[in-house]
């Protein structure tokens, strides 16, 4: 069991990213399906290349603060993932990694905290809010669950994210490519919200592994 | 507008030398495109339509990181460094990945020349009028304010 008082460093967020790295990769096709119905077709391409990169990275450099782990990780998808994800997941990192600072150990707390700062980020890049069918509405439902706390946080903020997710089928898409589909977008799952709850899969497995 | 078209340089008095008779440095103009074609065509097209002037400094950075379409940070960055002669550095975009990598390169602060700034113009009218400014002796601020007043040209 692991509450939000129990520290984190920066082995388990190397952890929850190589983790979060194998996710997309196993889910790669179904989240280019998924975009194929409502975006561009590249989510899961553009999310491989982009978490291959952060593999890489941080195989090359350990920092040894969660936070710096996140700015590194963020930075990498910034540059190689070549979609809206790119910059939007890149923020996200980083945000988080900045909000964490220096420390090398965090508590559970201060990640729900600093995740909350990085999806504010992630709102405020993309002018998105909740129900717009977005990342945003995975992201926000995870951390607010999260935050809440309780015996099982972790697995609390992964059901809520997966919730969330598929919440948006009946969404209209407001944002995005899939806005220009107007009524056409309901009835499919949004990919961004996917990959989103993906990473709090990710979260999940990577504290629970310790 | 009209009269706008036939002195596009907003100030219009810039002189197109400095006192020690040296080229005087052009705002750079960096064009960001899902697709590589479209960013160096457009850049073509603008300085084409602007000849007769001194040209201005623009750069395509189009297609992403793996050279299919997309939006590439680092070509972005390349290309902003290319085109800044110290003048300031007007980056135009189409939308999507593109709008958002370059307000992250921005909001990142070490990516891009300092005085870098995403205009909000359409990508190709305003690329025309940022060239047509910029080569003219436009400041930063003229050749963003031209590219965005290509939102009112209408057509019909």
């Known amino acids: 069991m692991t509450d939000l008082t129990d520290e984190l460093d920066a082995g388990t967020v190397f952890r929850w990213l190589t983790t979060a790295a194998a996710s997309v990769e196993r889910e790669a096709d179904l989240l280019t399906e998924l975009d194929s119905a409502i975006g561009d077709a590249d989510h899961g391409s553009n999310l491989q290349r982009g978490f291959a990169a952060v593999v890489t990275a941080l195989g090359k450099e350990s920092p040894s603060a969660p936070g710096a782990v996140l700015i590194l990780a963020g930075r990498q998808l910034v540059s190689s993932v070549g979609g809206a994800s790119g910059p939007l997941y890149g923020t996200l990192l980083r945000r988080t990694g900045k909000a964490l600072g220096d420390a090398e150990r965090v508590t559970g707390s201060q990640l729900a905290e600093a995740l909350r700062t990085g999806v504010d980020a992630v709102a405020q890049l993309g002018g998105a809010a909740l129900g717009d069918k977005t990342m945003l509405d995975a992201l926000y439902p995870g951390v607010e669950a999260l935050a809440a706390g309780g015996p099982h946080p972790y697995g609390a903020a992964r059901t809520a994210a997966d919730e969330g997710a598929l919440a948006t089928v009946p969404m209209r898409a407001r944002k995005g490519r899939a806005s220009y589909l107007g009524e056409r977008s309901v009835g499919h799952k949004d990919p961004g919200a996917t990959s989103s709850a993906l990473l709090f899969t990710a979260l999940a497995g990577a504290v629970a592994d310790e | ?156």
């Open chain 2, 1 to 156: 507008m009209s009269e706008q078209q036939d002195t596009p340089l907003a100030g219009g008095q810039a002189p197109d030398r400095s006192a020690e008779g040296k080229p005087q440095p052009r705002v750079g103009i960096v064009l960001v495109s899902h697709s590589k074609e479209v960013a160096d065509s457009v850049a073509r097209l603008a300085v084409g339509l602007a000849a007769g002037r001194d040209s201005a400094p623009v750069e395509g950075a189009g297609g992403g990181p793996d050279g299919g379409l997309g939006t590439s940070a680092e070509l972005i960055s390349a290309a902003a460094h290319k085109v800044d002669t110290g003048a300031g550095v007007a980056i135009l975009v189409d939308l999507g990945s593109a709008v958002l990598t370059v307000k992250v390169l921005l909001a990142e602060g070490d990516d891009l020349p300092e005085n870098a700034q995403l205009v909000d113009a359409p990508l190709v009218e305003g690329a025309i009028a940022a060239v047509v400014a910029s080569a003219g002796g436009a400041d930063l601020a003229e050749v963003a304010a031209a590219a965005e007043e290509a939102y009112h040209f209408r057509k019909v």
